[in-house]
């Protein structure tokens, strides 16, 4: 496709669970983002990866939050031992360097 | 049309007036800001973008407007449809991941 996809759109898990939400960036785009959203909330950053450099995790929460980019494509977010506070809409976007930001349409995770 | 000074969390406007939407930034190295428009259930869409070597940039009804003395951002629409009601978030570049602020509701009766 042409934009952002996530999948999945949505994921209902209990606590203490495990989850992994993926992302794939637009083709060529050298950059990619994950952002949390919680309801009525703004986005809050997360992890960036930019191209072959060290991403940059500052945003990520707890270590129980992780993400890995394969083959500069591809991004996975992985949760582990989920709490209910982790429940929000998980945001990707994928850039060309430093320019725009295209956004998928989110994951939105409800733990129970 | 109505303003709104500092940062509110939501603004009303009547269908054809002009809404501005304001938005404070916070790191004076931020050399790149965009406007997103953000519809329920959606992800962020790009509005316009704007870089620090200027003060105005204007698009298809959108205006936005770069003020780095008091690291002051603003977005203008001209003749506000209710197509354009959603939340509109500022975002600034100090070099890393975009910074986003608090999102601004707009809302607009017919």
């Known amino acids: 496709g042409a934009g952002v996809s996530q999948s999945p759109s949505n994921k209902v898990t209990e606590k203490g669970k495990d989850v992994e939400l993926r992302c794939d960036p637009i083709?060529?785009?050298?950059?990619l983002y994950w952002y949390r959203q919680s309801l009525g909330q703004g986005l809050e950053f997360l992890i960036y990866f930019q191209g072959n450099s060290a991403p940059d995790k500052s945003g990520l929460p707890s270590d129980r939050f992780s993400a890995e980019r394969t083959g500069g494509s591809v991004s996975t977010l992985t949760i582990q031992r989920t709490q209910q506070e982790d429940s929000a809409v998980y945001l990707c976007a994928s850039s060309f360097y430093t320019r725009e930001l295209f956004f998928g349409e989110g994951s939105r995770l409800t733990v129970l | 049309g109505e303003s709104v000074g500092l940062h509110l969390p939501t603004l009303s406007v009547q269908e054809g007036d002009n809404s501005i939407i304001n938005c404070a930034y916070s790191n004076s190295a931020s050399d790149y800001f965009i406007w997103y428009k953000q519809e329920s259930g959606k992800g962020p869409q790009f509005i316009i973008d704007?870089?620090?070597?200027?003060d105005k940039r204007q698009g298809q009804r959108v205006t936005v407007l770069l003020n780095k003395t008091v690291k002051h951002l603003s977005l203008q629409i001209a003749a506000t449809q209710p197509g354009d009601s959603a939340v509109y978030f500022c975002a600034e570049n100090p070099g890393t991941a975009l910074i986003f602020g608090k999102g601004t509701t707009l809302s607009v009766s017919s």
């Open positions: 083709s060529g785009h050298t950059a």
């Open positions: 704007i870089r620090s070597n200027m």
